[in-house]
């Protein structure tokens, strides 16, 4: 059976509808929707573009997606609109673990594992085999993902803390001044607040929550995984944060006494030059 065929039943038997309540709809008779499905019979232009209208599903996905195989999450966001063709971005397939009841898991990624998540994030094997959990407060029509940070960039989120992100589908979506979990081949997983320049830069903007570290960019050729910010959880006491005046002029007198000592280490480099006879 062809991708179309089978995408067509699919979508069909996810709302519930008969061959019958679905030709209805689309005016045509059941014979010939019954012709689609089984590939017996090709669509024109016309019938193409009603049943992406009915489904809300894009022509391009529908002839190019097998929709069978991506999972429970990544079906959901299609049928509530998010069809990447429609918004311009490249689909995304996640390798991803069920449970017994075919609910998605929450794996978890660790700091010791985070060195080979860099590359076996799309290996169904290697996501296979990391820890999984629940937790039932969370959208079962979304899929997510913890990761261990570390580091004092994200600041007062102690290192160590546990990041819990939500798969974002179309990078278009991502909304300036918001936290995300970034993957990327160099740098590997990331915990940053993005400013979006996709569509001027084909970039990513990433910012520190600690003022110390400088913001700077990443291509998007090289982004692997974005996942939206949801929660952090950890077993450290957070330090109590500064007022927002107290740590400008903090950080304003660090830099002074920098400047101050580099200015003292040059006059000490010159006078202890040998001078020519």
């Given at each position: 059976m062809n991708i179309f065929a089978s995408n067509i039943k699919l979508l069909r038997k996810r709302r519930g509808?008969?061959?019958?309540?679905?030709?209805?709809?689309?005016?045509m008779k059941r014979?010939?929707?019954?012709?689609?499905e089984n590939a017996v019979a090709q669509p024109g232009i016309d019938a193409l573009l009603l049943i992406s209208k009915y489904y809300g599903i894009s022509v391009d996905t529908l002839l190019?997606?097998?929709?069978?195989?991506?999972?429970?999450?990544?079906?959901?966001?299609?049928?509530?609109?998010?069809?990447?063709?429609?918004?311009?971005?490249?689909?995304?397939?996640l390798a991803t673990t069920v449970d017994a009841g075919n609910n998605e898991n929450v794996e978890l990624v660790n700091q010791k594992a985070s060195a080979g998540y860099r590359t076996g994030y799309a290996d169904?094997?290697?996501?296979?085999?990391?820890?999984?959990?629940?937790?039932?407060?969370?959208?079962?029509?979304?899929?997510?993902?913890?990761?261990?940070?570390?580091?004092?960039?994200?600041l007062p989120i102690p290192d160590g803390s546990w990041v819990t992100g939500e798969f974002v589908q179309n990078w278009n979506l991502i909304r300036d001044g918001q936290p995300y979990i970034i993957l990327t081949l160099n740098d590997g997983i990331m915990f940053k607040v993005a400013h979006n320049f996709i569509k001027s830069d084909a970039q990513l903007e990433l910012h520190s929550l600690n003022p110390l570290y400088d913001p700077y960019r990443v291509d998007v050729k090289d982004v692997r995984e974005v996942w939206k910010f949801v929660h952090f959880i950890s077993s450290a006491m957070p330090e109590p944060n500064l007022p927002r005046?107290?740590?400008?002029?903090?950080?304003?007198?660090?830099?002074?006494?920098?400047?101050?000592?580099?200015?003292?280490?040059?006059?000490?480099?010159?006078?202890?030059?040998?001078?020519?006879?």
């Open positions: 509808r008969t061959q019958d309540d679905v030709a209805f709809a689309l005016d014979s010939t929707l019954s012709g689609y190019k997606i097998n929709l069978s195989g991506l999972s429970e999450s990544e079906l959901s966001q299609l049928e509530r609109g998010y069809d990447v063709f429609i918004s311009g971005s490249k689909i995304r397939i169904p094997e290697y996501i296979k085999v990391l820890p999984t959990f629940h937790m039932p407060f969370l959208s079962k029509e979304k899929k997510y993902r913890t990761f261990q940070i570390r580091g004092d960039s994200m005046e107290d740590m400008a002029s903090a950080l304003s007198a660090l830099k002074k006494d920098v400047e101050i000592l580099k200015k003292q280490i040059s006059k000490t480099t010159i006078l202890q030059l040998p001078f020519d006879e």
